[in-house]
């Protein structure tokens, strides 16, 4: 049995087909959750979703994604403002209880906006009883570590802005599971595992981490010290996959979701 226990959830982007597909290719493979992406539910709806979620007893981790909002340049911030309401607003009609905003990647932002921004976003959560996943990226400039985000994290200051641990940000960037020490437990809000054939080499970690992520287990990252790590901390919340792979999202969405439970299940109780 693993030690960590909380629930497992599969971020759809590992699968293809349509959003019914994915959903139920999830429940079938014995996930409990899903991260779902605003673009599932476009090219479905919002009632489809949840007569989907309430067949299935599938629940949500979060939805995704809102990008590049922290310190956006004065041409964008008003409207990435109006998308972050448009996301709030969608996650509140799924029923989700978190959205996640990884830190900002634009080559053009505003470092004295950061703060301000995320308090305003915080804010805008609270007011819909909604939390905030902030997730640093490893070719972000603002944050690339979990140190880092996690320091941005507390001077905001605003209680329902938690982090996101991801392997691939943190391994990715040559970083250890030691970059989780300071971070209180209490304040992970989900943590995503993948794994790569290859370590990223400068100037192709993006294309590696939209394109080529791996199973747990497939490849090379030592994923046993990140989960280590967390049980040492108690972590009980959600884990899961975030896996993007374009050959895994051309086959069928039942036979690959049912292989990523495997491979999850398998790297957890190692």
């Not at 985000?149 to 329902?160: K, L």
Request: proline content about 5%.
């Amino acid at each position: 049995m693993s030690s960590l226990p909380g629930p497992r959830f599969l971020n759809t982007v590992l699968l293809g087909g349509s959003t019914p597909e994915k959903l139920d290719a999830a429940a079938a493979a014995g996930f409990a959750q899903v991260e779902l992406w605003r673009e599932d539910v476009a090219s479905s709806s919002v009632a489809e979703v949840h007569a989907i979620l309430a067949r299935t007893g599938l629940q949500l981790t979060d939805v995704q994604v809102l990008l590049d909002f922290d310190g956006a340049s004065a041409a964008t911030r008003e409207g990435k403002r109006a998308e972050a309401m448009s996301l709030l607003a969608l996650a509140k009609d799924l029923g989700a209880g978190t959205v996640l905003v990884p830190a900002c990647t634009a080559t053009v932002y505003v470092p004295d906006r950061v703060t301000d921004d995320l308090r305003w976003l915080c804010a805008r959560a609270a007011e819909r009883g909604l939390r905030i996943a902030y997730e640093g990226m490893a070719w972000s400039r603002l944050h690339s570590t979990l140190p880092s985000a996690w320091q941005q994290i507390e001077q905001v200051g605003a209680p329902n802005l938690d982090i996101v641990v991801d392997a691939f940000h943190l391994f990715a960037a040559g970083r250890t599971a030691d970059d989780l020490r300071d971070v209180p437990v209490e304040r992970i809000a989900l943590v995503q595992l993948s794994d790569v054939l290859t370590q990223p080499l400068p100037g192709q970690v993006t294309t590696q981490a939209r394109h080529h992520r791996c199973l747990p287990g497939d490849g090379l990252w030592p994923l046993e010290t990140l989960i280590d790590a967390l049980a040492a901390m108690g972590y009980s919340g959600p884990i899961g996959l975030e896996v993007f792979n374009d050959a895994l999202k051309a086959r069928d969405p039942r036979d690959v979701a049912r292989e990523a439970m495997a491979a999850l299940e398998a790297v957890l109780a190692d």
